[in-house]
């Protein structure tokens, strides 16, 4: 059974930063591209950040040099840290494995909250 597991998330003011974490179970970690998106409430989910098998990383024109997206294979788990936070960063923000059109996983998500 494939479960994805986040965390980290939580109540920030603006500029403050979190760290997000999502633990992988039930697939070869190493193999899977990785990515974190979120959904702001009437909103669309959009893609934050994604970490390749090959460690190739992109990120959403809001967050590039401010979010940070990495993985541990050894852990099999991603991480998104993120700094400088803005109240437009305040979403659900969900953790995505997929290595084909077959295996493609979401966590539960996870809620960021920035407000003064």
């Known amino acids: 059974q494939v479960r994805l597991v986040e965390s980290g998330g939580g109540y920030v003011q603006p500029g403050g930063s979190l760290r997000l974490s999502c633990s992988a179970s039930?697939?070869?970690?190493?193999?899977?591209?990785m990515a974190w998106y979120r959904q702001a409430p009437g909103k669309q989910r959009e893609l934050v950040a994604r970490?390749?098998?090959?460690?190739?990383?992109t990120y959403a024109d809001s967050v590039k040099g401010r979010f940070t997206v990495s993985r541990d294979n050894a852990k099999n788990t991603v991480y998104l840290q993120m700094n400088s936070l803005r109240p437009e960063d305040t979403a659900v923000y969900f953790c995505?494995?997929?290595?084909?059109?077959?295996?493609?996983?979401w966590g539960q998500g996870t809620q960021v909250t920035v407000s003064p």
């Open positions: 970490i390749t098998s090959t460690l190739t990383t």
């Open positions: 039930g697939i070869i970690f190493s193999i899977y591209s």
């Open positions: 995505n494995g997929v290595r084909n059109s077959d295996s493609n996983y």
